[in-house]
């Protein structure tokens, strides 16, 4: 898959995806950690939760592996509910009662087909007036990768009617989406897509028809979206193929700070230009002398906001550190400080902020799971506490996976046979100019050939008309 939500937080519950497996995992009142296995729908399923306008079954694959997931408590606390996609095309809802039993295996309650694949998803509620009364209902949003937005209903568990009875196409843009968000400032609700075209879509929400603006300034495609949750803080921070991270306001659509990966940690790009392992992008760079160097443009993967919007973490692919930037100042005049690097045992695959500030980080095997305690002094410096040997969520899902043999990806990023990436437009273009018949070096010697024959031919018959 081309670009993966692995991790998702709400509360004290922490979602994540072990390549095809996706987990539920909390601590109890006890302090107990508690696992729930989020099974995906039965093969032989043939009764399927389809909203009105879905297409047919397809066929399954036997590797399905999560694309993404999404979670939020709702009901005053008391209901969890978690969405996953997979690359069979569906996300399956789930509904775990708060606090969570000691259910190890959960099937799901529903599930929908989705037209597409979809790799970033977000929950998210909605008012709904029946008999008089006004309710917030969960809606499952699923961002897929020919750039729709869709809003799809989650039935309660008490059996009553959803707010959304069918499926319904939020927005649509030309390029595919890689990140969606529903945030609420000042009780105006917005929406927030990324995508492959290098920008960030801020539309109204529920009536997403209403486009308020764009957050442009990356040059290649969007790789992570993260959104600050706290009231009143209106920051968001994305991640690109370009190299950088920026932070955003998108209430103003500013850019307020930009920072790319320490140089002192990138790996030395070969002699050639070309990139290492067969990923990351070529630059040109202007030297001295005037002539163009060609580098490799190390890629971040996955980047996460703190709620308060004052940290901001992210990963580079191929980098085995964390690196965690405060942000000083105010909006007008915003900065990021020099980074804290957290070496990871296993190569971080994606980042995320609990809503009590902690970092929460998914990993190669035979880490799998990560977390941090991050303290922040008076005087502003910055404490990381890693608590991943403590915690028992993380050692518990690590026996969980190592017991049923889970692999994880070695990176997010998709790559072709050559080794290029599929999500950039430049492998776009090379491809196309490969493909492209009348540039083929067969055709080019024919042409030629046939040339020369009809030059040939019109010499000669011009000698025979001057002898006549």
């Known amino acids: ?31 107990k950690a508690v696992v729930v296995e989020l099974l995906p729908p039965p093969q032989d399923e043939v009764k399927e939760h389809q909203s009105e306008g879905d297409s047919g079954s397809e066929k399954e694959k036997k590797a399905n592996p999560v694309e993404a997931v999404a979670s939020m408590i709702t009901d005053g606390g008391k209901r969890l509910i978690c969405a996953v996609s997979r690359s069979d095309k569906k996300a399956s809802l789930y509904s775990l009662s708060v606090p969570v039993g000691d259910t190890e295996k959960m099937p799901p309650l529903a ?8 790799c970033c998803l977000d929950i998210t509620l909605i008012e709904d007036e029946c008999e008089g009364k006004t309710r917030s209902e969960a809606i499952l949003i699923a961002g897929d990768l020919a750039g729709d937005a869709t809003a799809y209903p989650i039935p309660d568990s008490s059996n009553n009617t959803p707010a959304l009875s069918k499926r319904r196409v939020l927005l649509g843009t030309v390029s595919m989406l890689t990140g969606v968000g529903v945030v609420s400032d000042s009780g105006v609700q917005r929406i927030l897509t ?25 040059t290649a495609f969007i790789s992570s979206l993260d959104i600050a949750m706290d009231n009143g803080c209106t920051r968001c921070v994305t991640c690109s193929g370009d190299g950088t991270v920026r932070l955003w306001d998108y209430v103003s659509f500013q850019e ?11 790996p030395k790009s070969e002699s050639n230009g070309k990139p290492q392992d067969g990923k990351g992008e070529k630059e040109n760079t202007e030297e001295p002398d005037g002539k163009k160097q060609a580098h490799k ?45 957290i070496l990871c045992p296993s190569s971080p695959l994606s980042v995320s902020f609990t809503s009590n500030g902690s970092l929460c980080v998914l990993a190669k095997d035979p880490t799998f799971i990560l977390t941090y305690e991050i303290e922040r002094s008076t ?7 890693p608590v991943s040997g403590s915690s028992q969520i993380c050692e518990t899902l690590r026996e969980i996976a190592k017991e049923q ?21 430049d492998r776009e273009k090379q491809g196309f100019e490969v493909r492209e018949p009348w540039n083929r070096i067969e055709r080019k010697e024919k042409a030629r050939i046939s040339s020369s024959r009809r030059k040939k031919r019109k010499k000669e018959e011009n000698k025979k008309q001057g002898r006549q």
Request: glycine residues 6%; charged residues 20%; contains cysteine.
């Open 1 to 31: 898959p081309t670009m993966k939500q692995l991790l998702s937080s709400s509360g004290k519950f922490v979602v994540a995806a072990f390549h095809d497996h996706a987990y539920v995992a909390a601590t109890n009142d006890n302090e």
């Open 194 to 218: 990324s995508d492959r075209d290098e920008k960030v879509r801020v539309s109204s929400f529920p009536n997403s028809f209403i486009v308020q603006g764009y957050l442009l300034g990356h």
């Open 297 to 341: 443009v190390v890629i971040p993967t996955s980047t996460a906001i703190s709620p308060d919007g004052t940290l901001v973490a992210a990963i580079w692919d191929g980098l085995d550190s964390i690196y965690l930037f405060s942000v000083e100042g105010t909006d007008s005049n915003c900065t990021f400080t020099k980074p804290q690097s």
């Open 111 to 118: 599930f929908h087909k989705l037209p597409r694949r979809s």
């Open 379 to 385: 005087s502003g410096e910055i404490a990381i506490k």
């Open 405 to 425: 043999n889970i692999s994880m990806p070695g990176s997010v990023l998709e790559t072709d046979e050559s080794g290029r990436i599929k999500f950039s437009k």
């Open 256 to 266: 307020l700070a930009m920072t790319k990966a320490p140089q002192k940690d990138l």
